[in-house]
């Protein structure tokens, strides 16, 4: 559900000059660098517009917590977050929405 949201977030945003879409994996035994790319070429991701990272388990802890303020996938016991969070080129959190339509209508709007 999340990454079809992405998609339309995609679309939406596509000829935004400063945007990007940014996946993280939370697992990265599995999701090696391979089978993220073969999972966003299966979406059909813009690789100038999408990315889609992982690193280890402390450093994508760190980033959820200390980054995006967020608990930690280990915390949250879950695979994937069900959380978009927009931040602007300053490093600065906009805001947090769900994967929903009407959250990512509102997030296209607030990243315009």
Do not use: C
């Amino acid at each position: 559900m999340i990454n079809q949201q992405m998609r339309k977030i995609q679309s939406a945003l596509r000829f935004k000059e400063r945007f990007r879409l940014v996946s993280i994996s939370v697992d990265p035994e599995r999701d090696t660098p391979e089978v993220l790319q073969r999972y966003a070429d299966k979406l059909a991701a813009d690789p100038y517009k999408w990315l889609f990272l992982t690193g280890t388990r402390p450093e994508i802890n760190i980033l959820s917590q200390k980054g995006f303020q967020l608990a930690s996938a280990q915390e949250a016991d879950a695979t994937h977050s069900s959380k978009l969070v927009l931040v602007d080129h300053f490093s600065r959190i906009r805001g947090y929405y769900e994967a929903d339509t009407g959250s990512v209508k509102t997030l296209i709007k607030d990243a315009k």
